[in-house]
Structures are given as structure tokens and as C-alpha cells.
């Protein structure tokens, strides 16, 4: 199988975070930080080392303010739940994913909330400009997707960021499809918090995800519970990272994450590269099919997520044929219908091809050659 799902999620996993995690579940079967023995706390230096890692690399304030989730998905709703309150008004960009519209929709139709959602421009970018026109003394948060997963286009978030900054807005940036490809931290993006899964950029595995919390940035917490601190006390602790960490860590997770983003961290810039150009060369491969449109204007900056709509077969049928021809790719809207109703696409969907660490130009040949020949006027 020739696997283009990264945007999903990466796989293959290095053979290392496969390592990490089976030698927790052979080796270290304590709960970290519940107890004093020497299990339990091993499994929590691993953790440690995880949480310093990240905080090094995403410029958090120290390391506790890398908070571990369940999901990005979990790690978005905490940031957005947890700084919202009733009257106030947030703005987001036309691609968010449905990890960040449905909590804001479903405020806003309770009334709680009322949502400013940020037309692109033709390259499918928001303009500084009008980020700062759509401020009001009520606007409590600002949440942007680094970039799309649909397009794979690059928000210029660091601009945008800028443009908030004489008005005090905090700025949320998902960053699901970009942290371990580009350069995602407090600093150079200029956000307040940033939400990444563990299981895609950072070849970490299911079940992982991570909210950096900048300087002064503390949302209420969603789920409250044990933490083995403060045992005494029923009220939830308020230092981090345990605020946030209620129940028992996934260490096997966490342990697969330290070392997926170890590997991924220290190889940024050569990933970056490598998938950009296997992105680019698809693409450019794919534009010269008869038949075929490929989402996302040429001259936006992107990552490696190349969708395309054919125009004479339904994109999921199109994935299902390649699937027997054995690729893995997505169709549908990916949950992310606002970017599809921008593009013309929520009736059609479309089919995605998202490149990893471990495809090759062989990858990108035989893709668009299956593609051609299902497209050929007899097949379709």
C-alpha cells in the first residue's frame, strides 16, 4: 500500500516511537506521579523529559505550560471553552476545522458567543487588515488554522498576530497540519496558545495531543479530577501542569511522542523541505490531468496536503477505486466544510493526497498515473 493519509495521520511510525512505547508497557507498568516507587517514577521523568522537550521547541514560558491531551481536539475546546464567557465575541478564519467551528457554533447558538468568521483573499489568505477590523471591545479570543487541511494553504499568522496585538486579543492557533514541519512556536508565530496533535507532524501516536499555554494564558480547565497533588484538597489544583492533567497519564502514548517528536524536531527543516517538494511536484502533476481540479491558488504558501475534485467521477468513488489499486487517500469534506462552502466544493467534496516523511517520488508517479487512467474518458 502506498500510504498519502498524513494528513490524518503520519504513518508509518519511526521504528523508534514503536520501540518507546512497547518497552513502557513491557518495562514501566506504574502510574506516573500516584506513587513513590520506582516505576511510578520513571514513567514521570519520561514524561518530564516530553514536556521540557516540547517547551524548548514551542518557546513555552517553562515546562509546565505544555499541557498533555487526550487530542488536539480536546486541547483546542479547553482554550476555547476555557477563555470564553457569555457576551463575548470571537474571530476565526473561513478553514477552521470542525474541532474549533462546532464549540463555536454551538456557543453561538446557545447564545453565549457571537462568532466573526474572516473572508479570504484570492490566494486564500486573511488580510492583517481585516483581522483588525473585525476587533470590537467585546472580541475575547482570535483562533486561526495555521494552515488548511483541505489546501494545505499557510495562514500569515505572524502578520496577523501583529494586527491584534494594540488591541490585547489573545490568539489561538491550531496548528494540527504545521507543528513538526514548520516553524510553530509562541514566539515566532506571535500566538498566546497553540494546540497540535501528537500523531501527525510529530510521528507520535494516536491518542496524543499538546496545548502550549503562553505567558499568563490559564483557561478554565474541562475535566477535573485526580492529579496525586494536593490529595487533600477537593477543589482542583490550580498550579500546572496538573490543573489541566486530571486522571492517569498515557505514559505508553506520551513515551511515543517524546520520541516521535525528538526524531521529527531535530529533522524539521530537511521534512520541511522534502514533503514541500514531493507536494509541489504533485500537484504540478495532477494540474496537467484533463478532468482534475486542484484545490488551493498556486502562489499560497502550503504544506504537504494536495486536494483535488474530478469532474467526471464523485471523489469518494475515485478514493474507493484507488484504494483497489492499493493508495490510501481520503475523500469528503474533512471536516472542514466552511473552506469547502468558500471553494465551491461542499456538494462534491474532494479527494486528498497528503505526503509523509516516508513517501518517494515513485509515490507521486504512480498516483497520478492511477488517476489518469481512472479519469480516462472509457474508465470514467
Same mark, same amino acid.
Given at each position: 500500500?502506498i ?5 490524518a495521520?503520519s504513518?508509518p511510525?519511526p521504528?523508534?516511537v514503536?520501540?518507546? /512505547?512497547?518497552?513502557?508497557?513491557q518495562k ?16 514521570g521523568?519520561i &514524561? ?5 522537550l516540547?517547551?524548548e521547541?514551542f @518557546? ?8 498533555f491531551f487526550p487530542?488536539?481536539?480536546?486541547a483546542l475546546?479547553?482554550? &476555547?471553552?476555557?477563555t470564553l464567557?457569555e457576551?463575548?465575541?470571537v474571530?476565526?478564519s473561513h478553514?477552521e476545522?470542525n474541532a474549533v /467551528?462546532r464549540?463555536?457554533?454551538?456557543l453561538?447558538?446557545?447564545?453565549s458567543i457571537? $462568532?466573526?468568521t474572516l473572508?479570504?483573499n484570492?490566494?486564500?489568505l ?5 483581522l483588525?477590523?473585525a476587533v470590537?471591545?467585546r472580541?475575547a479570543?482570535? $483562533? ?5 487541511n483541505?489546501?494545505g494553504?499557510v495562514q500569515p $499568522? ?7 496585538k494594540?488591541?490585547g %486579543? +489573545? ?6 497540519q504545521?507543528a513538526?514541519?514548520?516553524d510553530v512556536?509562541?514566539?515566532?508565530? =506571535?500566538? @498566546?496558545? &497553540?494546540a497540535?496533535p501528537?500523531h501527525?507532524?510529530?510521528l ?5 495531543g499538546?496545548l502550549?499555554?503562553?505567558?499568563? /494564558?490559564?483557561p478554565?480547565?474541562?475535566?477535573v ?10 477543589i482542583?489544583?490550580?498550579?500546572l +501542569?496538573d490543573?489541566?492533567?486530571s ?6 502514548g506520551i513515551?511515543g511522542l517524546?520520541?516521535?517528536?525528538r526524531f521529527?524536531?531535530?529533522?524539521r527543516?530537511? &521534512?520541511?523541505q522534502?514533503e514541500?517538494?514531493?507536494a509541489r511536484?504533485?500537484?504540478?502533476? !495532477? ?5 482534475v ?7 499560497a ?5 494536495v486536494?483535488? %475534485?474530478?469532474?467526471a467521477?464523485d471523489a469518494?468513488?475515485l478514493c @474507493?477505486?484507488l484504494?483497489g489499486?492499493?493508495?490510501a !487517500?481520503?475523500?469528503?469534506l ?6 469547502h462552502?468558500w471553494?465551491g ?9 497528503s ?6 517520488e515513485?509515490d507521486?508517479?504512480?498516483l497520478?498515473a492511477?488517476? =489518469?487512467?481512472?479519469?480516462?474518458p472509457?474508465r470514467a
Open positions: 500500500m500510504y498519502l493519509d498524513n494528513a495521520t504513518f511510525k521504528p523508534m514503536v520501540r518507546a /512505547m512497547a518497552g513502557t508497557l514501566l507498568g506504574g502510574n506516573p506521579g500516584r506513587s513513590g516507587h520506582a516505576l511510578s517514577l520513571c514513567g521523568r &514524561i518530564q523529559r516530553c514536556r521540557e516540547l517547551a521547541a @518557546d513555552a514560558p517553562a515546562p509546565e505550560n505544555v499541557i487530542s488536539c481536539t480536546e475546546n479547553t482554550a &476555547i471553552r476555557g464567557c457576551g463575548d465575541e474571530i476565526c478553514a476545522h /467551528m464549540v463555536l457554533k454551538g453561538e447558538e446557545q447564545g457571537r $462568532v466573526r473572508a479570504p484570492s490566494l486564500g486573511i488580510a492583517p487588515e481585516a483588525a477590523a470590537t471591545p472580541t479570543l482570535c $483562533v486561526i488554522c495555521h494552515a488548511s483541505v489546501t494553504v $499568522v505572524q502578520q496577523l498576530s501583529r494586527a491584534l494594540p488591541y %486579543v +489573545p490568539l489561538l492557533v491550531d496548528a494540527a504545521t513538526g514541519i514548520l512556536s509562541l514566539s515566532s508565530l =506571535g500566538a @498566546d496558545m &497553540i497540535m501528537g501527525k507532524g510529530l507520535g501516536p494516536h491518542g496524543t499538546v502550549v499555554l503562553g505567558r499568563g /494564558m490559564l478554565r480547565p474541562l475535566v479530577g485526580g492529579t496525586g497533588s494536593q490529595s487533600e484538597s477537593m482542583q489544583p490550580k498550579q +501542569p490543573r489541566y492533567e486522571g492517569t497519564a498515557n505514559l505508553p513515551a517524546l520520541a516521535g517528536a521529527a524536531l531535530s529533522h527543516e530537511e &521534512i520541511e522534502y514541500d517538494s514531493l511536484d504533485l500537484r504540478t502533476r !495532477l494540474s496537467a490531468l484533463r478532468g481540479r486542484v484545490l488551493g491558488h498556486p502562489a504558501p502550503k504544506v504537504g496536503v486536494s483535488f %475534485v474530478p469532474t467521477m469518494g468513488e @474507493d477505486a484504494a489499486e492499493g493508495f !487517500l481520503r475523500a469528503g474533512h471536516c472542514a466544510p466552511s473552506v462552502q471553494l466544493t461542499l456538494h462534491t467534496g474532494a479527494c486528498r493526497a505526503v509523509g516523511i516516508y513517501n518517494t515513485s507521486v508517479e504512480m497520478t492511477a488517476v =489518469g487512467r481512472l479519469l480516462s472509457g
